[in-house]
């Protein structure tokens, strides 16, 4: 079955090239016809092996077939978090696969990966093979974790397999919430490389992990949080800090810098300037190992290593702003 269905991903892909040219959302994913073949490259009407009457036995495992590891049929490999463009036999679109053009070739992709990422073994993950269903702060305090409304988490219950008009097909309603990001990036070819999302990037974190959604001024010091999980570090506001602006985008420390969202003037911090939407490779070490327990209170049982999708290894992305 998996060989069927990989042949079947190709002759789809190569297919489509002939049928449409270079369509925003990428690959098979939605701008369909009246008349379009598209559904059979991942349905079957009476022969279906996996709900939702897909040609693989998961939602997990259909994506993967195209973009894992062992995958053919995509150039984004999000298993090792890479661009790889020797997939794309046409350079650009011409066989369906955009973005060869604007993405080098072994390029590490802007989500990070759920197996590897920048060579090294992921030290945690968005678990999307359908097997987790409790977020942190899933519309109850921060801290605390509670089960999505849509289900176990897989790969579309963040992106819509049909397209969207959102950037990278993110669904526009995402565990019962409305989710807005413009796509501020790329022309007609796709740049899996370089982050250029609108300022609605929280809200597609906030869609399942709404109590970290803090966007109040000043609620690092604000007793107000205390009832909703204690202090919290504001997202969505400015980069600049305490009279200094120092840009994380273009003056890190160390050399490390921070993605920000695009907003015009005064790019904005966002959920996605600290932490990794698939999965990172970063240590978490010391204070930072999400297994150590402060003798003065314990957030809850994260295991040893777990390094919260963060960008950076340990604190580094604190620094990057603050450089104390
Ligand atoms: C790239 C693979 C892919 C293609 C192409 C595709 N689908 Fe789907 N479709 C999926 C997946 C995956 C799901 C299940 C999503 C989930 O797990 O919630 C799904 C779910 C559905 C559902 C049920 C949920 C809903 O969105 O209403 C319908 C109906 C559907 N597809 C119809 C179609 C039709 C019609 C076409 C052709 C125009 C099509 N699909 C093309 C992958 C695909
Ligand atoms: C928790 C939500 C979430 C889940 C679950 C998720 N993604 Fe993503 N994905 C994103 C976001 C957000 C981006 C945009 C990353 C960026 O540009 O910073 C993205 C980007 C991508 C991209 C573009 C390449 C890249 O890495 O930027 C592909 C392809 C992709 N996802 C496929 C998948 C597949 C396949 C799965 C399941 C194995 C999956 N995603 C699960 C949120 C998610
Ligand atoms: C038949 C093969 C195939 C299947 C199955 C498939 N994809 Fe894709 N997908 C592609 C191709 C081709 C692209 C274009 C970019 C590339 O080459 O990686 C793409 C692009 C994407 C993008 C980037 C969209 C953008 O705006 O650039 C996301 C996100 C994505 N797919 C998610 C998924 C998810 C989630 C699933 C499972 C529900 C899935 N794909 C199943 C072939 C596939
Ligand atoms: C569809 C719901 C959903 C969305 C959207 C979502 N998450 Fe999650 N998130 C989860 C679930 C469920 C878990 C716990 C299970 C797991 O780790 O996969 C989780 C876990 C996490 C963790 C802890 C990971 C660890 O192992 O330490 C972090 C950090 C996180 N999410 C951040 C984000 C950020 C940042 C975004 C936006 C880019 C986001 N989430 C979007 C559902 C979601
Ligand atoms: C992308 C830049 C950026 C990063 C990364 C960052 N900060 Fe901040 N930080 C800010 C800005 C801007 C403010 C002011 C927020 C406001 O308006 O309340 C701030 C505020 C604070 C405050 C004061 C809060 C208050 O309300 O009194 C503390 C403490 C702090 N940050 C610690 C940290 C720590 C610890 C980390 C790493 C986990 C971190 N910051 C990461 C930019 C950043
Ligand atoms: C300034 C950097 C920064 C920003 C911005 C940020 N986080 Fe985090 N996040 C962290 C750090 C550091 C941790 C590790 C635990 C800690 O220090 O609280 C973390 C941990 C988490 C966790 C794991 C559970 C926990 O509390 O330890 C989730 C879920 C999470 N963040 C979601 C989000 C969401 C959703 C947003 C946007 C609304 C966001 N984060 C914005 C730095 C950030």
Same mark, same amino acid.
């Given at each position: 079955?998996k060989?069927?269905?990989?042949?079947?991903?190709?002759?789809?892909?190569?297919?489509?090239?002939?049928?449409?040219?270079?369509?925003?959302?990428?690959? #098979?994913?939605?701008?369909?016809? $009246?008349?379009?073949?598209? *559904? $059979?490259? *991942? +349905?079957?009407?009476?022969?279906a092996?996996?709900?939702?009457?897909?040609?693989?036995?998961?939602?997990?495992d259909?994506?993967?077939?195209?973009?894992?590891?062992?995958?053919a049929?995509?150039?984004?490999?999000? =298993?090792?978090?890479?661009?790889l463009?020797t %997939?794309?036999?046409?350079?650009?679109?011409?066989?369906?696969?955009?973005?060869?053009?604007?993405? #080098?070739?072994?390029?590490?992709?802007?989500?990070?990966?759920?197996q590897?990422?920048?060579?090294? @073994?992921?030290?945690?993950? !968005?678990?999307?093979?359908?097997?987790?269903a409790?977020?942190?702060g899933?519309?109850?305090?921060?801290?605390?974790?509670?089960?999505?409304?849509?289900?176990?988490?897989?790969?579309?219950?963040?992106? =819509? #397999? +049909?397209?969207?008009?959102?950037?990278?097909?993110?669904?526009?309603?995402?565990?019962?919430?409305?989710?807005?990001?413009?796509?501020?990036?790329?022309?007609?070819?796709?740049?899996?490389?370089?982050?250029?999302?609108?300022?609605?990037?929280?809200?597609?974190?906030?869609?399942? !992990?709404?109590?970290?959604?803090?966007?109040?001024? /000043?609620?690092?010091? =604000?007793?107000?949080?205390?009832?909703?999980?204690?202090?919290?570090? $504001?997202?969505?506001?400015?980069?600049?800090y305490?009279?200094?602006?120092?840009? @994380?985008?273009?003056?890190?420390?160390?050399?490390?810098?921070?993605?920000l969202?695009?907003s /015009?003037?005064?790019? %904005?911090?966002?959920?996605?300037?600290?932490?990794?939407? !698939?999965?990172? $490779?970063?240590?978490?070490?010391?204070?930072?190992?999400?297994?150590?327990?402060?003798?003065f /209170?314990?957030?809850?049982?994260?295991?040893? /290593?777990?390094?919260?999708?963060? %960008?950076?290894?340990?604190?580094?992305? *604190?620094?990057?702003?603050?450089?104390?």
């Amino acid at each position: 079955m998996k060989k069927f269905l990989l042949l079947l991903a190709l002759a789809f892909a190569l297919a489509l090239g002939t049928a449409s040219l270079v369509s925003a959302n990428g690959g #098979p994913h939605g701008g369909y016809t $009246a008349t379009t073949d598209a *559904c $059979a490259g *991942c +349905h079957r009407a009476h022969t279906a092996p996996g709900p939702r009457l897909l040609l693989a036995n998961s939602t997990y495992d259909l994506c993967i077939t195209c973009h894992g590891a062992a995958g053919a049929g995509a150039n984004t490999n999000v =298993d090792d978090g890479l661009y790889l463009s020797t %997939r794309d036999d046409a350079p650009n679109g011409a066989d369906g696969n955009v973005g060869a053009a604007n993405t #080098p070739d072994n390029a590490p992709l802007l989500g990070g990966g759920f197996q590897n990422y920048q060579g090294a @073994p992921v030290t945690s993950i !968005h678990d999307a093979d359908g097997t987790t269903a409790a977020a942190w702060g899933n519309g109850v305090n921060r801290g605390v974790t509670a089960d999505l409304a849509e289900g176990n988490l897989s790969c579309a219950s963040c992106h =819509d #397999p +049909h397209g969207s008009p959102n950037y990278r097909i993110l669904k526009e309603t995402i565990n019962g919430n409305a989710v807005n990001v413009q796509q501020v990036d790329e022309g007609a070819a796709k740049d899996y490389d370089t982050e250029q999302w609108g300022t609605g990037m929280s809200s597609v974190c906030a869609a399942c !992990h709404s109590n970290y959604h803090v966007t109040t001024s /000043g609620s690092g010091s =604000d007793s107000t949080y205390l009832a909703t999980g204690g202090y919290a570090h $504001a997202v969505d506001m400015n980069y600049s800090y305490g009279g200094s602006n120092v840009n @994380p985008e273009t003056i890190g420390f160390g050399g490390y810098n921070l993605p920000l969202a695009e907003s /015009g003037v005064n790019d %904005r911090v966002v959920c996605s300037t600290c932490h990794l939407s !698939h999965g990172t $490779a970063a240590a978490a070490t010391g204070f930072a190992d999400g297994a150590y327990d402060p003798p003065f /209170g314990t957030v809850g049982p994260i295991p040893s /290593g777990d390094s919260a999708l963060l %960008r950076l290894d340990n604190r580094g992305v *604190c620094e990057v702003c603050h450089q104390k």
